[in-house]
């Protein structure tokens, strides 16, 4: 079985910082694209930041400049570095893997969420 599983959310004040992580595990052949996405409240899920096998990344306008996304492809695992954190970027942070896992072909792997709380 393969999972993503997040960590590192929880309740800073505006200005601060926070570093989401997720590691994926199970029978993993390769992984692709590792991504991050997020879901505010009565909101629809939106892309945050991805981030290629080969370090290529790709960021929302709103978290440009604020937000970092880097990987460690020895570990399988995806990093979102938060700062300047605004109330707005409150949300339920969901980590996304394209891969292929053996036996099972290409799969599209989400976490469970991890939630960040931005307020005074």
């Known amino acids: 079985q393969v999972q993503l599983v997040e960590s590192g959310g929880g309740l800073v004040q505006p200005g601060g910082s926070l570093r989401l992580s997720c590691a994926a595990s199970?029978?993993?052949?390769?992984?692709?694209?590792m991504g991050w996405y997020r879901q505010a409240p009565e909101k629809q899920r939106e892309l945050v930041a991805t981030?290629?096998?080969?370090?290529?990344?790709n960021y929302v306008d709103s978290v440009k400049g604020r937000f970092t996304i880097s990987r460690d492809n020895a570990k399988n695992t995806v990093y979102l570095q938060m700062n300047s954190l605004k109330s707005e970027d409150t949300a339920v942070y969901y980590c996304?893997?394209?891969?292929?896992?053996?036996?099972?072909?290409?799969?599209?792997?989400w976490g469970q969420g991890t939630l960040v709380t931005v307020s005074s």
């Open positions: 199970g029978s993993i052949l390769s992984i692709n694209t």
């Open positions: 981030i290629t096998s080969d370090g290529s990344t």
């Open positions: 996304n893997a394209d891969l292929y896992a053996y036996g099972r072909g290409y799969l599209k792997v």
